[in-house]
């Protein structure tokens, strides 16, 4: 027997789709457990990660803390938790032995023991391999192919084929990010890139047998039926089936918003898809014709599953998770058999069902954007019908019309919402809500983003106040590790800010905000805080971007690091020999189609305007000051040649970790004063210590009411009045 059909025997959902051929469908039979009672597991952050089950019942499941945790939902407790490096977006997969391999945010897939040890790491970082992205995580599900090699998608635009023993076998480079679990079929496997393009491979050598492109970005994973049609939808909405040996079109159809969830093929033969305009679409596959819809009245990410139904009435059961925080079970006609609001444990957050579920043998498993882990018996819709919702069109009548708040209980810091002057905090845990592309697109890189910001200055009498803040990126800080980043980054924001009432309100213009494989520049960025009627506390926040002619923009505020990306490409394709052509001739082409906006219409991020008006929820958390090593020997102001100057000592001739900075603000309106920090601050690291230069462009004015604020990351060190 070979060791995949061992796999699909001993586990009910050993990797993202269920089985090699990723058609997100298990008829496996299923036992109605005398414990119905539903349950949640709560980790540290948002989870986007697919669960798997293995032949214990265990629930194996990544989240953004870092963690990987095995559940046993039949004990009611769990069993082990491995930490990694970094934030996990990818479904494990499980073989024969029980041993689970999880690939991570810290560049690494770890292979660990049926208890929860660590066998081997494999860190492609390490390895200094000529890659063209600037990231490495595994955001690629890994899946077992029938042959017993490991296949993983990475963000560093390659598929690494690898034993069991974390031997890479061969590395195939498409032009981008690989998001998607690979499919297998006659003796080919089948992959997709955000570079557009679907690929099929031989799998013992990674040759390529035929590519072909679709008109957008692709993050869902190949499904292939019984025929060995290969069925792929994209971020434009569409459904698309292609010949399995030749990757010919065969019919495409097209839904009204992005589609980010992968196709699930039933017994019957029929489809089912998920798109992010809210309805389920069942398809007959052979005509490629639409026999019905479901309106699920919120974007879906989740893919659906096929499985047995449990009061066998039906010849299955389809089950899907949406963005607004039900489960809902559907029959092939397309009614509704059960629908179950998800409960959170962050207070007030809507638990978003971005994961795709996975079916075991008593119950089905999902997981949550507020980071529960949730365990749902098959017949727990019959005896816990209190917890599901009776009506769910009158559930999904709710509409989001401003930017929804996370409500917090009080604590000694928020329960009166007063920033004062040496205060600090970390804004983390952030939260897209609308657009709402933007979850499924980049969330578990926001969740992890964690930005430090100390309160420079306040004015009791007007309320307002300036802050500055940090957030880095593949840097450590004091709350988060973030490796798998081959160019650590660090970006400063300058806040003004306003309280008053019960309300704060800090905001930064001309900004980087980063979405981890590189940043973006916002025209501001807005975070708020106000006391509800309930006596809690909200926290909400905006990114805004005018993005009439953004190539030109980004050009522009990034043409320095653009060259350089563009001379390492170079120099890999055409020095070192290690890169085909054309995977770098598909990167760059993708590149363009993205800030061009050829490929933006469908995918509701850009309003009418023009512009990307993002809005979400953060979590707040205050903190204490962090001591630094760098002190401040003197500062001036050298009016003659209009800068000012300040001299650190380095405690040791290694580059310290502080950061110091030089600030200007306008002391009569206490505001900020506009000036590009990034072109005119610069830093000199010497012998033993830091020479800070500000200079002050005739742009400004004339220096007067102005103060120059020398600081050490978030802490003011001295000021001078110019």
Known sequence: MHQSEQILKSHPWPSMRGNQRNTGCSMHEIESPQDALIKYYPTGNAIFSTPIIDSSERI????????????????????????????IDSAGCIDSQGNVYVPSGDASIHKLSFDGKKIWELNVLEKNYSRLSTIYWWEGNITMGPNGLLYAGNDDFCLYALDAAGTVRWVFPTGLHIWSAPAF???????????????????DTGRMVWKRRLANFIAASPAIDAMGTVYITTFDGSIVALDGKTGTLLWRIKTKRSMYASVAVAPDGNLFAASGDGFVYCINAVQGTILWVSNARSALWSSPVIGADPEKKESYIIYVGTSNALIIALTPSGNRRWALRMKSH????????????????????????????????????????????????????????????????????TQTLILKEGDTFVMEKMEFITPAIINPFDQIGIASVSIEVGIIKSDAATGKCIAVGFAKVGLPT??????????????????????????????????????????????????????????????????????????????????????????????IVFFERKYNFWPVARTLGALFYVFSGRIWNSWGLINEENYLDAKGVFSLVSVQ??????TLQKAWHDAKN????????????????????????????????????????????????????????HTIGVLRGIEAMILINTQVQSSIDL
Not at 63 to 68: I, L, M, N, P, Q
Not at 663 to 679: C, F, G, R
Request: glycine fraction near 6%; include cysteine; hydrophobic fraction near 40%.
């Open 60 to 87: 194996l499941v990544g989240s953004a803390d870092h963690v990987f945790y095995a559940i046993d939902p039949r004990q009611n407790k769990p069993v082990w938790n491995f930490k990694t490096g970094g934030v």
């Open 185 to 203: 079929n006659q003796g080919l496997v089948y992959i997709t890139s955000f570079d557009m393009c679907v690929y099929a491979l031989r799998q």
């Open 346 to 413: 962050v207070f007030s957050r809507v638990a978003g069902v971005n994961a795709s579920l996975a079916l075991g043998k008593y119950g089905l498993a999902g997981a949550t954007t507020t980071g529960d882990i949730i365990y749902i018996p098959y017949n727990s819709y019959r005896y816990q019908s209190d917890q599901f919702i009776a009506n769910p069109d009158h559930f999904f009548e709710k509409k989001i019309n401003e930017a929804p708040r996370l409500q917090v209980p009080k604590n000694e810091f």
């Open 478 to 571: 004091n709350h988060h590790v973030h490796q798998g980043i081959l160019y650590p980054r660090r970006h400063t924001y300058l806040f003004s800010g306003v309280q008053q009432s019960g309300r704060f309100s800090l905001e930064a213009q001309q900004c980087d905000f980063d979405i981890m494989a590189f940043p973006i520049p916002l025209d501001y960025l807005v975070f708020e805080g106000q006391v509800l009627p309930e006596g809690e506390v909200g926290y909400s926040f905006r990114a805004v971007l005018n993005c009439r002619n953004l190539l030109i923009k980004i050009a522009r505020v990034y043409g320095g690091e653009i060259f350089t990306y563009l001379l390492r490409v170079m120099w």
């Open 625 to 630: 000051k962090t001591t630094v090593d760098t």
């Open 642 to 697: 209009r800068k000012v100057v300040a001299i650190f000592a380095l405690p040791s001739l290694q580059k310290p970790k502080d950061y110091p900075g030089i600030i200007l603000i306008q002391k009569n309106s206490m505001e900020v004063v506009a000036l590009d920090y990034k072109k005119y601050f610069h830093i000199d690291y010497e012998r033993d210590r830091i020479v800070a230069v500000l200079t002050l462009p």
